[in-house]
């Protein structure tokens, strides 16, 4: 087992930055794929981020160039940097992980963005 822990949400205007964090309890990310989801009102959870074991990433396009995934491997945490922030941006955002056949999430953290 292992416990996913979000932070870093909150309210921000349009254009500015948030980074988000995922903190697990014990080492996931070193050799695991791992991911970032959101999910804004009536609609469903979408895939905004993914880091392979091996640290590759990949983005859907309404956030590539903005999002970026990253992991500190001693610090068993996952980041999401969120810049330009829209409107369209607002939503839970929940990280995930997964280890062997399990899959693991967290309990979300809300970014809203408005002026």
């Known amino acids: 087992q292992v416990q996913l822990v979000e932070s870093g949400g909150g309210l921000v205007q349009p254009g500015g930055s948030l980074r988000l964090s995922c903190a697990a309890s014990?080492?996931?990310?070193?050799?695991?794929?791992a991911a970032w989801y959101r999910q804004a009102p009536g609609k469903q959870r979408e895939l905004v981020a993914i880091?392979?074991?091996?640290?590759?990433?990949n983005y859907p396009d309404p956030v590539k160039g903005r999002f970026t995934i990253s992991r500190d491997i001693a610090k068993n945490t996952m980041y999401l940097q969120m810049n330009s922030l829209k409107p369209e941006d607002t939503a839970v955002y929940y990280c995930?992980?997964?280890?062997?056949?399990?899959?693991?999430w967290g309990q979300g953290t809300q970014v809203t963005v408005s002026s």
């Open positions: 880091i392979t074991g091996s640290g590759a990433t």
């Open positions: 014990r080492s996931i990310f070193s050799r695991n794929a």
């Open positions: 995930a992980a997964w280890e062997n056949g399990n899959d693991y």
